[in-house]
Structures are given as structure tokens and as C-alpha cells.
T-cell receptor, first 114, second 114 residues
């Protein structure tokens, strides 16, 4: 079956622009996670959804970052007024109900802020 | 707080040689532990996970890892390296019980020399 997909795969934004990154999880997966992976680092947790409820957003680095999953399926991570330090790969992962510890990752969106 | 430490950001082995990637965890109680692999421009793929009493865990592509509570370690091994094993490997940890954030190590880049 289809895995987790993310779009766009690459995004170049000028500093100050807003961006929206999309994640399509595996069909039926209840849990959805966003991570930020800086160059040469491991993924860092941003936020977690269970269905449409955002249960943990403690990893969002600033109020410029906003995530939503309005119908409990597709999720969008929005970054307002992008800064150079936002340049990273943004990874989305999903997991089925009851298996929240096993996550299936998408290929990521590489964001470059110039 | 939970954490993992991966010793060696770069490891080189000859094709056919033993692969050993080190991971030590810090957690007040035995956690769930994972190894993920990331190929260039791809998302993370689960190699194996420790979630039960069986301390020797076998994963995909001939990898295995042993949970050693006394050493707080979860090292990843493979008896014979293949060229296709060249990738970045991440150790990750999450506490037991319900949803918990997954914390990743910084990764170890494995180079396989022909």
C-alpha cells in the first residue's frame, strides 16, 4: 500500500515568506507526527496529532510555526515569516492506533530559506 | 528526561566486515528503543525495535541489536557489511506507556569500503 507522502519535496523561500508543507499519512493511521531535521542532526519532535486533536505541540520552536489536521487525515505544517534558521528537512510520520511507538516516515520536505 | 547517545558520527567498515554501531540510552525505567536507517533524500525506515522482554532483537536486512540494561546500551550489529548498508543510522528512545515523544540520537553515518 501507499506510504506516507509529503509535498513539496523541495521548497525554497525568501526570508519573510510564509510556507505550507503537506503530509498525507498512511490511510487509517490515527497518530501523526512532525519532526524537524537540521543538517547533520537527528530528527527533533515538533508536534503530535491523534486524529484531528493536536495533543502535543511542545516542540514547535516559535509561534511562527503552526500545524493542523482538520479532518484527522492530511496535515499541514505552516511556517510564517520564514527565517534562515528554519532551513531544514521537515519529516512527517504516522502510526496506527495502539502502535504509537512504531512510526512510518515520509520522505520529507527540504526547506531552504534564502 | 530520556536521551540517547550515539558514539561515532562516522563509521567505516570494509565490505564483509562486522558492523557495530553504538547507542547508549538514558531513562529512569527501561524504555522502548529503536534503530532507524535513512538513505540519502529519503525518510527514516524502521530497522528494529525493542519493546518486550526479549533482549536480542532481530530486524530487517540482517541487522540485530541487544538490549543490555546493565550497560544501558542498545548497540546495532550486522555480521557482514554489504555495500547497500551505506546509510545513516539513528537510535531512538521513548518511555513505555501510552503516547510518548520519540527522542532520536544525532545519527551515525556508515561507510562501506569495497
Amino acid at each position: 500500500g501507499a506510504g506516507v507522502s509529503q509535498s513539496p519535496r523541495y521548497k525554497v523561500a525568501k526570508r519573510g515568506q510564509d510556507v505550507a508543507l503537506r503530509c498525507d499519512p498512511i490511510s487509517g493511521h490515527v497518530s501523526l507526527f512532525w519532526y524537524q531535521q537540521a543538517l547533520g542532526q537527528g530528527p527533533e519532535f515538533l508536534t503530535y496529532f491523534q486524529n484531528e486533536a493536536q495533543l502535543d505541540k511542545s516542540g514547535l520552536p516559535s509561534d511562527r510555526f503552526f500545524a493542523e489536521r482538520p479532518e484527522g487525515s492530511v496535515s499541514t505544517l505552516k511556517i510564517q515569516r520564514t527565517q534562515q534558521e528554519d532551513s531544514a528537512v521537515y519529516l512527517c510520520a504516522s502510526s496506527p492506533q495502539g502502535e504509537a511507538y512504531e512510526q512510518y516516515f515520509g520522505p520529507g520536505t527540504r526547506l531552504t530559506v534564502t | 528526561a530520556q536521551s540517547v547517545t550515539q558514539l561515532g558520527s562516522h563509521v567505516s567498515v570494509s565490505e564483509g566486515a562486522l558492523v557495530l554501531l553504538r547507542c547508549n540510552y538514558s531513562s529512569s525505567v527501561p524504555p522502548y528503543l529503536f534503530w532507524y536507517v535513512q538513505y540519502p533524500n529519503q525518510g527514516l525506515q524502521l530497522l528494529l525495535k525493542y519493546t518486550s522482554a526479549a533482549t536480542l532483537v532481530k530486524g530487517i536486512n540482517g541487522f540485530e541489536a541487544e538490549f543490555k540494561k546493565s550497560e544501558t546500551s542498545f548497540h546495532l550489529t550486522k555480521p557482514s557489511a554489504h555495500m547497500s548498508d551505506a546509510a545513516e543510522y539513528f537510535c531512538a528512545v521513548t518511555p513505555r506507556g501510552g503516547y510518548q515523544k520519540v527522542t532520536f540520537g544525532i545519527g551515525t553515518k556508515l561507510q562501506v569500503i569495497p
